[in-house]
T-cell receptor
Framework: DVKVTQSSRYLVKRTGEKVFLECVQD?????MFWYRQDPGLGLRLIYF???????EKGDIPEGYSVSREKKERFSLILESASTNQTSMYLC????????????FGSGTRLTVV | DQQVKQNSPSLSVQEGRISILNCDYT??????FLWYKKYPAEGPTFLIS?????DKNEDGRFTVFLNKSAKHLSLHIVPSQPGDSAVYFC????????????FGTGTRLKVLA
């Protein structure tokens, strides 16, 4: 089974800080994703990457950037954290050709104060 | 524009009864659908899927029905158990074999003991 590990379960950061959210997967998957989950808004795609050093913007990329230097690691960067980025952040990989699609990490609950 | 909608943000059901979670979509090109379950402080986990070539898929207590003409799918849980209390997301894709899914806003199910 694919395992997706997010390094932090809970984070509290100050407004204006640069924040790094780390995600590691252990199955050599090309595709990796960052979503945020907010009540009433569901899961919204921030960025995804289909290969090392390759990235594409999702639906809400503003205020975020990503880094994929190695296949197993996909980092989400909040350049200057703001209170409206307080959210649950979910990293995922996707397995083509299976019924189940995404494998998600446990999530990082980020609070920006 | 929300292409995948879950119009009921929450649902309460007595233990042992049926839970019915609904999902509507607007894009007639969607041809593969996934349901995920999410507990607090955890990532979503795959529950069940359905392809547009079917109108029903069953897995134990979980059954998904697809009505293509109405652009509607529903997830039935019978019998409901307290452990089913979670947020449920549907997701839809317009191209089989792709990782581009649109998620709904989620329905919080509470099963009362």
């Amino acid at each position: 089974d694919v395992k997706v590990t997010q390094s932090s379960r809970y984070l509290v950061k100050r407004t204006g800080e640069k924040v790094f959210l780390e995600c590691v997967q252990d199955m050599d998957h090309e595709n990796m994703f960052w979503y945020r989950q907010d009540p009433g808004l569901g899961l919204r795609l921030i960025y995804f990457s289909y290969d090392v050093k390759m990235k594409e913007k999702g639906d809400i990329p503003e205020g975020y950037s990503v880094s994929r230097e190695k296949k197993e690691r996909f980092s989400l960067i909040l350049e200057s954290a703001s209170t409206n980025q307080t959210s649950m952040y979910l990293c995922a990989t996707f397995t083509l050709g299976t019924a189940y699609g995404y494998t998600f990490g446990s999530g990082t609950r980020l609070t920006v104060v | 524009d929300q292409q995948v909608k879950q119009n009921s943000p929450s649902l309460s059901v007595q233990e042992g009864r049926i839970s019915i979670l609904n999902c509507d979509y607007t894009n007639s090109m969607f041809d593969y659908f996934l349901w995920y379950k999410k507990y607090p402080a955890e990532g979503p986990t795959f529950l069940i899927s359905i392809s547009s070539i079917k109108d029903k898929n069953e897995d134990g207590r979980f059954t998904v029905f697809l009505n293509k003409s109405a652009k509607h799918l529903s997830l039935h849980i019978v019998p409901s158990q307290p452990g089913d209390s979670a947020v449920y997301f549907c997701a839809a894709s317009a191209a089989s074999g792709t990782y581009k899914y649109i998620f709904g806003t989620g329905t919080r199910l509470k099963v009362l003991a």
